[in-house]
């Protein structure tokens, strides 16, 4: 599934780049209709 893959690459850049966690930003896209 997309999402997965989105939150996937989301966590690899967290640990890559020492980004906050984007679980926020993955619950918002989750929200949005296809």
């Known amino acids: ?3 997965d893959k ?3 690459a989301a ?3 967290e640990r890559k780049f020492g980004l906050p966690p ?3 930003f993955v619950e918002t896209i989750d929200r949005l209709p296809d």
């Open 6 to 8: 989105i939150a996937e």
């Open 22 to 24: 984007l679980s926020k």
């Open 11 to 13: 966590k690899e850049a």
């Open 1 to 3: 599934m997309v999402l």
